[in-house]
């Protein structure tokens, strides 16, 4: 028992050792088993301490080699932070965990794993190296519940909508505007009188326009430019007060429209315009297209797209000699043959891929994924074409595949991927996965 118990005491001195040995970096800190460095300069045991979900108003900043790396308080408002779990260990949640209303402590956190799980940023992209920490100077003034927080939020958009509309009234008594405002609180003053038709839902519309802010700062503006802005009346792709506008003109009329800001951009901000704005937009309505007629310019153009696709296939064809088909469509030309096994439904083809549109244009390779890609054999997760292409093929095989737009995407756009695309994939069958691996 005693050789025991001197053992203990001796681990424990061991310990103690390592602790200090590990603090000399940092004197006056202490680490806790994660790794995380601290010290409190003050600390109640008394006070209220955040719990899980609480939103935790904080004093912070951020030192890098004891440079300022940021300082929270130069966003000009008050720093919110959720309480959730880590996201590493010994990061900054787990900090806040330690602390209590009141508090004021500092933290040494690795600034690579922040980077990395706070920002989901290269550490090497933004200047940091694996043994740098970060030092967070920290005071916790406040903790409020997620559903405090939530009211405190609905409670300040409720005032900044309200002051909004102050602005509003005010600006309209300065300026003298007499006409009332339509259902949905728009000012509409017609300044040039047109002859033509009002467009009507589905219709595409032709304008110009210059948007300002109530003190007169231009925001953007078509006129005495080439191009103009279309859109398409009732699809939802402008502000809901153009909704409300538009329709109400006829082709040629100029209006001068007051637009709250719950017609604009609400509590949004987007490029040269604040949250709660209100916004005087002066519009020119230049030209409707009924939406029959857009309907059928749409079907000619789609027509012109398929053509020109399906010519540009064959041409690619002759030119590059490649003849051997299926009765799909699917265009192959071998260029490695094997005797080696051939998919079958269920197992995973694994493939190296380079591919590209006709002309060449690169559209993706099987390196941007990994290496490999894996395609579940007979589930159709992939191009029709590139699934069947790789089902004429052995392990260790290599061919190019044009694929036609028919079994491919169609004529649906995918992404960056127009309607009637055509695609060349170069492919190797690596290697077939049973189903049960």
Avoid at 92 to 118: T, W
């Amino acid at each position: 028992m005693k050789k025991k118990h001197f053992l203990s005491i001796a681990f424990c001195l061991m310990a103690a050792m390592i602790f200090t040995a590990c603090n000399r970096q940092y004197p006056g800190y202490k680490q806790n088993p994660n790794g995380l460095y601290y010290r409190f300069y003050t600390k109640d045991h008394l006070a209220q301490q955040p719990k899980q979900t609480d939103f935790l108003r904080l004093v912070m900043a951020c030192y890098l080699d004891d440079s300022l790396y940021y300082d929270w308080r130069q966003s000009g408002s008050d720093v919110f932070v959720q309480l959730s779990d880590s996201h590493f260990k010994g990061d900054l949640q787990e900090a806040l965990r330690m602390m209590r209303v009141g508090d004021s402590a500092s933290f040494y956190i690795k600034a690579d794993s922040v980077a990395i799980h706070y920002y989901d940023q290269d550490p090497e992209s933004v200047g940091l190296k694996p043994e740098d920490l970060f030092r967070y100077e920290v005071k916790l003034v406040e903790v409020k519940t997620q559903d405090e927080f939530k009211a405190d939020i609905e409670r300040m958009k409720e005032q900044r909508l309200q002051e909004s509309k102050d602005v509003l009234a005010a600006y309209v008594k300065e300026n003298g505007i007499s006409v009332s405002p339509i259902e949905s609180g728009i000012y509409l003053i017609l300044t040039e009188k047109g002859k033509g038709n009002c467009p009507e839902k589905g219709d595409k519309v032709e304008l110009d326009f210059e948007a300002k802010l109530l003190d007169g700062r231009s925001i953007g503006s078509t006129f005495g430019q080439d191009e103009k802005f279309t859109f398409i009346v009732g699809e939802g792709y402008v502000i809901p007060g153009w909704e409300v506008i538009v329709p109400k003109m006829h082709v040629g009329d100029r209006v001068t429209a007051i637009i709250p800001c719950e017609m604009a951009y609400g509590e949004h901000s987007v490029t040269g315009i604040p949250p709660y704005a209100n916004l005087v937009y002066d519009i020119k309505l230049l030209k409707i297209t009924p939406a029959d007629v857009l309907k059928r310019q749409q079907e000619e153009e789609m027509q012109r797209k398929r053509a020109s696709a399906e010519k540009a296939f064959t041409q690619y064809l002759k030119e590059n000699r490649i003849t051997e088909h299926t009765l799909t469509g699917l265009y192959y030309e071998k260029s490695v043959l094997t005797e080696g096994q051939g998919p079958e439904a269920g197992m995973t083809a694994r493939i190296r891929f380079d591919a590209q549109y006709l002309d060449g244009t690169p559209l993706g390779n099987s390196e941007d994924l990994g290496g490999f890609y894996d395609i579940p054999f007979g589930q159709h997760s992939v191009l029709r074409g590139l699934e069947e292409g790789v089902g004429l093929m052995k392990v260790g095989e290599k061919a190019r595949l044009v694929i036609p737009y028919t079994l491919a995407y169609g004529a649906s756009s995918y992404g960056e991927i127009p309607p009637y695309s055509n695609f060349v994939f170069d492919v190797e069958l690596v290697e077939l996965i049973p189903e049960n691996k």
